[in-house]
């Protein structure tokens, strides 16, 4: 099973980026669609973003569609989110996961969750 760890996470300024990073260990990471999901306090999991084993699809909540792009390298076993134009209801706590489907059903297909990141917008 792959083992996921999420880093990038910090505070910014509402309009301002910031570039998740998930690395991941173990041979099997070009094996699994790559997620990205969010959590608040008091809420579940939120999906974000999703990417194909290949790399060659992607699929977004419609809240951040247009401003965060995920993307995979497996030469490095990382996936990215890169997030721009921020916005104070994007704090969250963030999580890669790797899936087993592709579009996520929501969280069905997981095989294993990050630890999860930090991201604090302030307006």
């Known amino acids: 099973q792959v083992q996921l760890v999420e880093s990038g996470g910090g505070s910014v300024q509402a309009g301002g980026s910031l570039r998740l990073s998930c690395a991941a260990s173990?041979?099997?990471?070009?094996?699994?669609?790559m997620d990205w999901f969010r959590q608040v306090p008091g809420k579940g999991r939120e999906f974000v973003a999703a990417i194909t084993r290949s790399g060659g699809s992607t699929y977004y909540a419609d809240s951040v569609k247009g401003r965060f792009t995920i993307s995979r390298d497996d030469a490095k076993n990382t996936v990215y989110l890169q997030m721009v134009s921020l916005k104070p209801e994007d704090t969250a706590v963030y999580y890669c996961a790797a899936d087993t489907q592709f579009p996520p059903r929501a969280t069905l297909g997981i095989a294993s969750w990050g630890q999860g990141t930090q991201v604090t917008v302030s307006s």
């Open positions: 173990g041979r099997t990471f070009s094996l699994y669609n």
